[in-house]
């Protein structure tokens, strides 16, 4: 069965730091990229960064890039997520997610965690 779990939200002053992490299991973990993905209150899905599944290529969205660094220790089967600089806009759940692989290539993501809240503000 495919588990991923998130943690490591919570609450944060704006300019603060928080590591999220994702625990995965049921799954060959270093044959899949990765991603992060937030739901701020009362909003849709905002893709956050991804990563390859070696870790050697790491993408992000622009408004993030910066700020956010995503990354995986293969051998501990966890994907990170490190905030830093938070704004009150951060303020979301935050989820992790497989990507499918369809023939080698990426074809939108096949599992998710429940997520981790985290909350900006002063």
């Known amino acids: 069965e495919v588990q991923l779990v998130e943690s490591g939200g919570g609450l944060v002053q704006p300019g603060g730091s928080l590591r999220l992490s994702c625990a995965v299991s049921?799954?060959?973990?270093?044959?899949?990229?990765m991603s992060w993905v937030r739901q701020a209150p009362g909003k849709g899905l905002e893709w956050v960064s991804g990563?390859?599944?070696?870790?050697?290529?790491?993408y992000y969205t622009e408004s993030m890039k910066g700020r956010f660094t995503i990354s995986r220790d293969n051998a501990k089967n966890t994907l990170y997520l490190q905030l830093n600089s938070l704004k009150s806009e951060d303020t979301a759940v935050y989820y992790c997610?497989?990507?499918?692989?369809?023939?080698?290539?990426?074809?939108?993501?096949?599992?998710w965690g429940k997520g981790t809240l985290v909350i900006v503000s002063s």
């Open positions: 997610a497989k990507i499918k692989l369809v023939e080698g290539y990426s074809s939108g993501m096949d599992y």
């Open positions: 049921g799954f060959t973990f270093d044959d899949y990229p």
């Open positions: 990563i390859s599944s070696s870790g050697g290529t790491t």
